[in-house]
């Protein structure tokens, strides 16, 4: 039987990406949330690809959304094996200029949104089955950064999250991990090139492949292959802080 995938915030470049790697995988049926934008599809895939995803609107600042996906999710008889999250922004600014709008909205889509997903969307993943909830989130849940500082905090936030939720949820065989990716350009950074920038100096290997070794090391770890591990915070990065 094909696992069954929900990835929220597919519609981002680093989603894009990560969904055309689960597609060149065919032993995954994929159900993907987007927001504002609609999900890029590959144009070229494997038709059996096609038949298995499904796509859902989802506002993760908005419970009623939630609410309103699981219901669907419920009614269709889709059962969750494993979640991502990859759902997150930014809005820089120093600390005393900060509106206080951008930091309750970097904190809401950062932290409670995923705060959110355990409360509702867990309910539909299977007892004892080897299901895993992964959160995405950051190098900067545990370094600091000038500017930055409703990003770090939401970001460390969602770090003591997913340790609170795997002793939670570890009685019912459910997983909970923390995955912290090396810089990826995106939309939220393509046009701030200090970042790249300081990326690329902090870089040990400058091999560039912080994508490819995210999607990779995420196909590996919803596999079956790892099955005793939650609580645990994965720095996939060559930057030395």
Not at 15 to 35: C, P
Not at 123 to 130: E, F, I, S, T
Not at 165 to 185: D, H, K, M, R, T
Not at 212 to 232: A, P
Request: glycine share 4%; with cysteine; hydrophobic share 40%.
């Amino acid at each position: 039987m094909l696992k069954t995938v929900l990835i929220i915030g597919a519609s981002g470049s680093i989603g894009n990406s990560l969904l055309r790697a689960f597609i060149d995988e065919t032993k995954y049926n994929l159900v993907l949330t987007y927001n504002t934008s609609k999900i890029d599809l590959p144009k070229k895939k494997n038709s059996n690809s096609l038949r298995n995803i499904d796509l859902f609107k989802l506002n993760v600042v908005n419970e009623d959304s939630f609410l309103h996906l699981k219901s669907i999710l419920i009614k269709k008889e889709i059962k969750l094996d494993v979640i991502i999250y990859l759902a997150g922004t930014n809005k820089d600014d120093l600390i005393r200029n900060m509106d206080t709008t951008n930091w309750d909205h970097v904190h809401n889509v950062n932290s409670r949104g995923a705060m959110l997903v355990i409360k509702h969307l867990s309910l539909l993943m299977p007892k004892h089955k080897n299901s895993k909830l992964i959160f995405v989130s950051s190098q900067y849940s545990h370094n600091s950064r000038i500017h930055q500082a409703n990003y770090c905090s939401s970001k460390a936030s969602l770090n003591m999250l997913c340790k609170v939720a795997s002793l939670e949820l570890g009685c019912y065989g459910i997983s909970v991990n923390l995955i912290n990716p090396g810089f990826i350009q995106s939309a939220l950074n393509r046009k701030q090139s200090h970042k790249f920038v300081e990326a690329n100096d902090r870089s040990i290997l400058k091999k560039n492949t912080q994508q490819r070794d995210l999607n990779n090391f995420l196909l590996f770890f919803i596999s079956d292959k790892i099955e005793g591990v939650t609580g645990q915070s994965f720095n996939i990065d060559d930057r030395n802080f």
